[in-house]
């Protein structure tokens, strides 16, 4: 099987723009899970989507948003990017909601970095 | 407020000895317990669970203890090897209104051959 797939790896933007990342779980994953990793916050739940609909939601500013497909592919939108919204953005796929008994594999991140 | 502690400096052990690495939780109550491994770069790979009512997993080489009235979690490399250098990061699972999955800011171990 195919791991989690994210796209894409690297991203450079500046201050005021927006940015749209992508994340394809495993095949029959049904959930998919964001998280922002910092050297100084490290890993920080965004939030979770679970057949379309989100399930769950870490405390980031509205700024910060997201959607799931049909397909189970998500997408995560942040507008407006500050200097603090450096980070390696990391999804999770696993099959049950918010990988409760079950393992959540990792994608291997975006690393966005904002001038 | 809520916490979890991860030994902050890094842990530095000789091949072959085990290395024991600590995770320590206030104000939680975790349905469940994971550690994950990380290397640089790369993101975190599940290697074991442990639920609220278990006391120890193991899984090869990997030991992992939970005990829920410490609020601690313990996880042992036996035999470690200089592979096993990498970040390693605890995480609860808790409910709020549906799962999700709080992480540890993570321990490095460097294991020197």
């Known amino acids: 099987k195919a791991g989690v797939t994210q796209t894409p790896r690297y991203l450079i933007k500046t201050r005021g723009q927006q940015v749209t990342l992508s994340c394809s779980p495993i095949s029959g994953h049904r959930s998919v899970s964001w998280y922002q990793q910092t050297p100084g916050q490290g890993l920080q739940f965004l939030f979770e989507?679970?057949?379309?609909?989100?399930?769950n939601k870490g405390n980031f500013p509205g700024r910060f948003s997201g959607r799931q497909f049909s397909n189970s592919r998500s997408e995560m939108n942040v507008s407006t990017l500050e200097l603090g919204d450096s980070a390696l953005y990391l999804c999770?796929?696993?099959?049950?909601?918010?990988?409760?008994?079950?393992?959540?594999?990792f994608g291997p991140g975006t690393r966005l970095t904002v001038l | 407020s809520q916490k979890i502690e991860q030994n902050s400096e890094a842990l530095n052990i000789q091949e072959g000895k085990t290395a024991t690495l600590t995770c320590n939780y206030t104000n939680y109550s975790p349905a469940y317990l994971q550690w994950y491994r990380q290397d640089p770069g790369r993101g975190p790979v599940f290697l074991l669970l442990?639920?609220?009512?278990?006391k120890e997993k193991r899984k090869e080489r990997l030991k992992v203890t939970f005990d829920t009235t410490l609020k601690q979690s313990l996880f042992h490399i036996t035999a470690s090897q200089p592979a096993d250098s990498a970040t390693y990061l605890c995480a609860l699972g808790v409910y709020t209104g549906g799962f999700k999955t709080i992480f540890g800011a993570g321990t490095r171990l460097f294991v020197k051959a």
């Open positions: 442990i639920r609220e009512n278990e």
């Open positions: 999770a796929s696993s099959l049950m909601s918010g990988g409760a008994t079950d393992t959540q594999y």
């Open positions: 989507y679970f057949s379309e609909t989100q399930r």
